[in-house]
């Protein structure tokens, strides 16, 4: 795409960063600056109930109350991944009047992404999953009892959860624990390669809910659509939460249902965390995806 007539000025895309589960856009802070270093733009959204929408209840705060902190409404409940999807477009949307998109999801984001490219392939000009939900032949949640999954620990996020999911109409983790053994679990899980510093930097950022939709046999990857777009999936070589043995299935299962658009496949080494707290080396690859979006 170029600029106005009479101009030979290629219009750069804008990459659209959408996060993981209990993440937000500040997460995204140390990429965004990577990537304006580089010299392009980028838009980091907060999904439903996330950002300065999320809940922090007092009971969360030190001196924490437990009691308060597992019955405590938050803010979150009720949201759907529906809600997701259509908060997303309208950023897309706004962000296509300015040329090329690259959608970028992580992790949970990937759920989101995929709905929003089976719904509108007309906004996205490339998808980009960085370890990534791209379910295809089964629900998101129905692959955590795959093989490929059995590494995974689940204990990760259990020592730390509060309250009871089905009360409460939410998952909530409490991040601000002191519990050791909690602690050495989310960082074995997200950040083993990180400094302890770095991890509970990390620790800090992410809000304590998260919503409970994870989607229907409905809102997997279709051929007709998202199966359009053209796709680049970035392995993260080290990743504990989501094992790179998953990461490839859902490659292949992408590659099977479109076998005619197949995905790009890059890897980065680090665990599930450390290309946003290391960002220059992810900014270069997409850097390299923008030269051929552009």
């Known amino acids: 795409m170029t600029g106005p007539a009479g101009s030979d000025q290629t219009v750069q895309p804008t990459f659209v960063l959408v996060h993981g589960a209990f993440a937000n856009s500040f997460s995204f802070a140390p990429l965004q600056a990577e990537l304006g270093l580089l010299g392009h733009r980028s838009v980091a959204v907060d999904l439903p109930g996330h950002g300065f929408a999320a809940t922090y209840t007092h009971a969360y705060q030190a001196p924490q109350d437990p009691d308060a902190l597992a019955a405590a409404p938050g803010a979150i409940r009720g949201v759907t991944l529906a809600d997701n999807v259509a908060h997303l477009i309208g950023v897309l949307e706004r962000a296509k009047q300015n040329g090329p998109v690259i959608l970028v999801a992580h992790s949970r984001?990937?759920?989101?992404?995929?709905?929003?490219?089976?719904?509108?392939?007309?906004?996205?000009?490339?998808?980009?999953?960085?370890?990534?939900?791209?379910?295809?032949?089964?629900?998101?949640?129905?692959?955590?009892?795959?093989?490929?999954?059995?590494?995974?620990?689940?204990?990760?996020?259990?020592?730390?959860?509060v309250g009871n999911p089905a009360e409460l109409g939410l998952l909530r983790v409490n991040f601000r624990t002191a519990d050791p053994e909690a602690l050495a679990a989310l960082k074995a899980a997200f950040l083993a390669d990180g400094t302890d510093d770095e991890f509970l930097v990390f620790l800090n950022t992410f809000q304590p809910d998260e919503n409970l939709d994870t989607g229907t046999p409905a809102d997997r990857a279709r051929a007709d659509t998202w199966g359009r777009v053209p796709k680049t999936y970035v392995r993260l070589a080290d990743d504990a939460s989501m094992p790179l043995a998953l990461q490839d299935r859902l490659i292949r299962e992408g590659d099977a249902l479109t076998p005619d658009?197949?995905?790009?496949?890059?890897?980065?080494?680090?665990?599930?965390?450390?290309?946003?707290?290391?960002?220059?080396?992810?900014?270069?690859?997409?850097?390299?995806?923008?030269?051929?979006t552009g």
């Open 109 to 161: 984001g990937g759920i989101t992404a995929t709905v929003v490219a089976n719904a509108r392939p007309d906004l996205i000009d490339r998808l980009v999953y960085v370890s990534a939900w791209a379910p295809v032949e089964l629900e998101a949640g129905q692959y955590y009892a795959e093989p490929e999954m059995a590494t995974a620990d689940p204990a990760s996020l259990a020592l730390a959860l």
């Open 261 to 292: 658009n197949p995905y790009d496949v890059r890897t980065l080494p680090g665990s599930h965390l450390k290309w946003l707290v290391d960002p220059a080396p992810a900014a270069r690859v997409l850097g390299e995806l923008a030269a051929l």
